[in-house]
């Protein structure tokens, strides 16, 4: 973290806006849980593996040149190198303990724009959520979670020949970061087969992105009580830059799109 960053986190207004919201989780955290099944405290532990079929707009820059991004799923599985996404949870009737893995390697051309001819913009991406939530309600949890994000990307640019310009700019960066985040998750049973699910995130605050959100929306089928599917939809944005000169980075992309979960509960 730069000393920009430690200045901004020591800052009075900062602190009131990241602590906040935090104690306000925490107090409900701590309270009793006001529909806990006493009947059903023992551990259950959650695998799901899933894919999902994203969307990617927004911009990424480097030094200074930015790079406009406008991927659909088709474009990206066609330029994907590897992916791995895979959910873990420990719950009982009042607390879960959740993992949330996503790698992502693409590559994606940029789109021509003014005396922009051609671009590439490779990006390697690591997101990375531990949660702990409570459950407050029948239907709602609350909790705080960490976000682990890493990105390497690297930027190619192909200009329209000028007079004393460079046609082609190259550019490459790693960078980390760990953002804060508040969760809210709703669950609600149609049946005893069928039931829909939702998540929401909020986070960044400028400790590490400027800002960070996400939402889940599920519809779910159980097949037995350890296997069940899982339809939905996500949306995944994140606004973050850093540095400036020959060293700015700016990611501030939003992928969205459908998501296909299987789930195994033990």
């Known amino acids: 973290m730069d000393a920009a960053s430690v200045s901004m986190i020591s800052s009075p207004s900062a602190l009131q806006k990241v602590l906040a919201p935090l104690l306000m989780v925490t107090a409900l955290l701590v309270s009793p849980a006001r529909a806990q099944d ?3 405290d023992a551990w259950h532990y959650v695998l799901e593996p899933y894919i999902m079929f994203p969307n990617m707009q927004g911009t990424v820059g480097l030094g200074n040149h930015d ?13 994907l190198e ?3 996404m895979l959910y873990a949870e420990a719950n009982n009737g009042s607390w879960a303990f959740s993992s949330d893995l996503l790698y992502m390697k693409l590559g994606a051309d940029v789109q021509p724009r003014g005396i922009l001819d051609s671009g590439e913009v490779e990006v390697a991406q690591v997101g990375w959520e531990l949660a702990a939530m409570r459950r407050v309600s029948p239907w709602l949890e609350l909790g705080v979670a960490a976000v682990y994000n890493s990105i390497e990307a690297e930027l190619n ?9 460079t046609p082609v700019i190259g550019r490459k960066t790693d960078q980390d970061w760990i953002d804060p985040v508040l969760v809210a998750r709703v669950t609600h049973d149609l049946n005893d087969k069928w039931f829909l699910h939702g998540r929401g995130n909020i986070g960044g605050f400028g400790v590490g992105s400027d800002l960070t959100w996400q939402i889940q929306l599920d519809a779910g089928y159980r097949f037995s009580d350890r296997a069940y599917m899982t339809l939905g939809y996500r949306v995944i944005d994140i606004d973050y830059a850093h540095g400036s000169g020959a060293d700015r980075f700016v990611y501030d992309m939003s992928t969205f799109g459908p998501q296909l979960r299987f789930g195994f509960r033990f």
Do not use: K, R, T, Y
């Open 82 to 84: 590897m992916g791995a």
């Open 67 to 79: 790079g406009p991004v406008d991927e659909d799923p088709g474009d990206i599985f066609s330029n």
């Open 157 to 165: 640019l192909v200009f329209i020949p000028l007079a004393g310009m």
């Open 38 to 40: 006493a009947a059903d």
